[in-house]
């Protein structure tokens, strides 16, 4: 019998060994699932935050589009990972639009079973607080890396970055992406970022395909993405 996609998402979560067996129950029944076709968008920018997100399948981009209709994406976000307890824990108006770079299904859990477990749970609370910190330290370093100027790094770094142990525990090594798209998220254009990827390759880090990247060496990548400091 196949895997519920739910559970095997739980199942790799490590926030959910926090809570006790009635508290875990409780997230099960307040989860909604919604699935997206790529290019669709998941949450509009400026809409409230009323759910925290899990990507059960598939994966998603925050992308913000400029009033002239330029697009900038700032992050994705692969399958097995939650994301956008901040905007949540604050309970503002979404800052950024989630879209679906590929089918993808998503997890809603409500803002305010979110806020149950943060007060219900000291075990949570100290969880979210070491993720918070990770996310932190996750986007100081794409700062660092993005202003030293070296764009082989910087693309090797939103490569590598996927594989955040705090962040991103379950994805796959080969990853579904087109090079327009990571590009984006490095910060360059599609042609430097090829140029980067051919680099990356040479060095026995990553195999490009038509439409997907698989990491060969993962330590291979992030000392790329360290080399520029």
Known sequence: ???????????????????????????????SIVSFAAGTTVCARSTPSAHWLG?????????????????SSFASVPAGAWFGEGAVLKGELRPYEIVALRNSQV????????LSLLEESHPFALWLIAHLNARLGHYVALVQNFRL?????QVAYSL?????????PNTE??????????GRLAGVSRQVANRALQELQERGAIRV???????IDLHVLQDLAREAA
């Open 107 to 114: 997890a809603f859990l409500p803002r305010d079973n979110f």
């Open 149 to 153: 100027g070296d764009t082989v790094a």
């Open 209 to 215: 395909s038509y439409g997907s990247i698989e990491v």
């Open 173 to 182: 090594r080969c990853i579904t992406i087109s090079q327009e798209e990571l």
């Open 1 to 31: 019998m196949p895997e519920d996609p739910l559970e095997r998402l739980l199942s790799h979560s490590s926030w959910m060994t926090c809570l006790t067996d009635l508290q875990a129950e409780r997230v099960r029944q307040a989860i």
């Open 55 to 71: 990507v059960m399948d598939g994966m998603l981009k925050l992308e913000n589009i400029s009033e002239g209709g330029k697009s």
């Open 160 to 168: 590598s970055g996927l594989f955040n142990p705090a962040l991103f």
